[in-house]
């Protein structure tokens, strides 16, 4: 058996997905895609991934059977500079709650909280 990536899929669970999806689009600086649910029961809006490369892809869900919050998984989106990221939050509604700190030989991180009340972060080398 081969080795692989311990994640290999992550959904971020929202209560607004509008409101959602334009700030990952702001923060990100990308277009999130409507991505159709094999069960019917989720509304999902997926981030741009590529299955073959490095890291986990993922979308913001909308479902019954998951609510977004505080204290619970954090996903680290990998940027190329966090600071520009972390300069867009505010703007997209969310929190910057702890800015831009080093993680010594893993480059660097900013924590901050989507519209949805999820913590999430920011990590790039430089």
């Not at 989720?42 to 019954?64: I, N």
């Not at 080093?102 to 901050?112: D, K, N, R, Y």
């Amino acid at each position: 058996m081969s080795k692989m990536n311990a994640v290999g899929w992550f959904d971020i669970h929202v209560d607004d997905l509008d409101r959602a999806v334009a700030f990952y689009e702001t923060v990100l600086a990308c277009k999130l895609e409507r991505m159709e649910d094999p069960t019917g029961e989720t509304q999902m809006m997926s981030f741009p991934g590529d299955m073959s490369a490095y890291g986990a892809a993922g979308a913001l869900s909308k479902s019954e059977h998951g609510r977004p919050g505080v204290g619970g998984t954090t996903i680290y989106f990998s940027v190329q500079n966090c600071a520009v990221e972390e300069a867009r939050v505010a703007e997209a509604g969310g929190t910057v709650i702890r800015p831009k700190f080093s993680i010594g030989a893993f480059g660097w991180v900013t924590l901050c909280q989507d519209t949805e009340g999820n913590i999430i972060g920011l990590n790039s080398l430089q």
